[in-house]
């Protein structure tokens, strides 16, 4: 069954820092593969998203992640944390069959001054 | 441009009672996805529609149902509430699959 998995349930950086949070998920085919961030309180914002292509992708707010098929992940990175980006972010896979995104359980973002 | 609306942004009802909430999508987005995102968890798929039709389903029990109008503005109905159903309820759109611009939510509290 497809699945995402993001091993960090919380991270703290601090700011100016750089940030990779980590994704794998695990499907059959080719994923679409989407980054979203949540703010407390409000909705899913889109940062980013695969489908085919280029594997380095890019995203806004400075954000980009690279597939790698080879390892199932869908990691995200930023060179330099903003105080700003502290929110809860959820990686997505896309599943064909049935128009769902199944979501991953979040990585919880804390940046330190 | 206007986003993805929901209404109402809160709501509180009563176990057993039911419930409606509303989503309009994106001016030219023809598939509207709903999705149950439970305190400190991520949000899980609930359906899909896509030009009045249901495109898919999530595992959720019969109680939860939802419909599309001609224009392309959605309702998510659940009856007999449960404690459970506490959420922020989490409405999608987009112009095929994956409906992915989400809107700010509608939190359901059932007390």
């Known amino acids: 069954a497809q699945s995402v998995t993001q091993p960090d349930i919380h991270i703290t950086v601090s700011e100016g820092a750089s940030l990779e949070l980590r994704c794998n998920y695990s499907y059959g085919a080719t994923p679409y593969l989407f980054w979203y961030v949540q703010s407390p309180g409000q909705g899913l914002q889109l940062l980013l998203k695969y489908f085919s292509g280029d594997t380095l992708v890019q995203g806004i707010k400075g954000f980009e992640a690279e597939f790698k098929r080879s390892q199932s992940s869908f990691n995200l990175r930023k060179p330099s944390v903003h105080w700003s980006d502290a929110a809860e972010y959820f990686c997505?896979?896309?599943?064909?069959?049935?128009?769902?995104?199944?979501f991953g359980a979040g990585t919880r973002l804390t940046v330190k001054p | 441009d206007a986003g993805v609306t929901q209404s109402p942004t809160h709501l509180i009802k009563t176990r057993g009672q039911q419930v409606t909430l509303r989503c309009s999508p994106i001016?030219?987005?023809?598939?509207v996805s709903w999705y149950q995102q439970v305190l400190g968890q991520g949000p899980q798929f609930i359906f899909q529609?896509?030009?009045?039709?249901?495109?898919g389903r999530g595992n959720f029990p019969d109680r939860f149902s939802a419909r599309q109008f001609p224009n392309y503005s959605s309702e998510l109905n659940v009856n007999a509430l449960l404690l459970g159903d506490s959420a922020l309820y989490l409405c999608a759109s987009s112009l095929d699959r994956y409906g992915y611009t989400f809107g700010s939510g509608t939190r359901l509290t059932v007390v």
């Open positions: 001016s030219g987005h023809k598939s």
């Open positions: 529609y896509y030009e009045k039709e249901e495109r």
């Open positions: 997505a896979v896309g599943v064909i069959n049935n128009n769902d995104m199944r």
